[in-house]
């Protein structure tokens, strides 16, 4: 395997695709020593940049899908967006509690972020626990008021309380980037 790739050109998604077969056929250092290979291949491009560190995410590779993650997040806030990134994509693997455990530290940076707050009160709605939802979309509309989507969301899930049907579907909304946080 090694030969073939030797001897075919560079690039990131042919190194993604190795560190990937590195994974499969359990040499776990040679495929992190790929995907960070391919971090430094794709330069600035941050949507390449966040598909590696989900690669490393799903691997269990978490240092390294940090340090990934850092290249493209090298603000004063990079903590709270690799933090509220690894919630997200925890929360997509279906791993509810270290969604929380990740939210619950972007918290501690930023108690009143809209975003984070949103994304907390759904993944709360997920896991069925509405009281915590509710109040993480207070805490998002008092500092934030004008932020739509907890607005809605507080909305539908206080309709939702009040008339003891099952949840429907347009509860499960989907969470928000923190690079979105100024957009709304």
Same mark, same amino acid.
């Not at 978490?62 to 967006?81: G, M, V």
């Not at 929380?100 to 997920?126: D, G, H, M």
């Not at 207070?138 to 739509?148: A, G, I, Q, V, Y």
């Given at each position: 395997?090694?030969?073939?790739?030797?001897?075919?050109?560079?690039?990131?998604?042919?190194?993604?695709?190795?560190?990937?077969?590195?994974?499969?056929?359990?040499?776990?250092?040679?495929?992190?020593?790929?995907?960070?290979?391919?971090?430094?291949?794709?330069?600035?491009?941050?949507?390449?940049?966040?598909?590696?560190?989900?690669?490393?995410?799903?691997?269990?590779?978490?240092?390294?899908?940090?340090?990934? =993650?850092?290249?493209?997040?090298?603000?004063?806030?990079?903590?709270?967006?690799?933090?509220?990134?690894?919630?997200?994509?925890?929360?997509?693997?279906?791993?509810?509690?270290?969604?929380?455990?990740?939210?619950?530290?972007?918290?501690?940076?930023?108690?009143?972020?809209?975003?984070?707050?949103?994304?907390?009160?759904? =993944?709360?709605?997920?896991?069925?626990?509405?009281?915590?939802?509710?109040?993480?979309?207070?805490?998002?509309?008092?500092?934030?008021?004008?932020?739509?989507?907890?607005?809605? =969301?507080?909305?539908?899930?206080?309709?939702?309380?009040?008339?003891?049907?099952?949840?429907?579907?347009?509860? =499960?909304?989907?969470?928000?980037?923190?690079?979105?946080?100024?957009?709304?």
């Amino acid at each position: 395997m090694r030969q073939a790739v030797e001897s075919s050109p560079a690039n990131a998604d042919r190194t993604i695709t190795l560190a990937k077969c590195y994974y499969e056929i359990g040499d776990h250092e040679a495929s992190k020593t790929y995907l960070r290979e391919a971090a430094v291949m794709i330069g600035d491009n941050a949507e390449k940049v966040e598909e590696i560190a989900k690669v490393c995410f799903d691997y269990d590779f978490l240092d390294e899908a940090e340090d990934i =993650l850092n290249k493209i997040y090298d603000t004063k806030e990079r903590e709270l967006k690799v933090f509220n990134q690894f919630g997200l994509m925890a929360r997509e693997k279906g791993e509810l509690e270290k969604s929380r455990t990740y939210y619950n530290a972007a918290l501690q940076i930023s108690p009143t972020s809209s975003v984070i707050n949103y994304n907390c009160a759904i =993944l709360f709605v997920e896991m069925k626990e509405y009281p915590l939802a509710i109040a993480h979309l207070k805490r998002s509309l008092l500092h934030h008021p004008e932020f739509s989507p907890s607005q809605d =969301l507080l909305d539908k899930l206080n309709a939702f309380m009040a008339s003891n049907d099952a949840p429907d579907h347009s509860l =499960l909304l989907k969470p928000i980037d923190i690079a979105q946080e100024h957009q709304q």
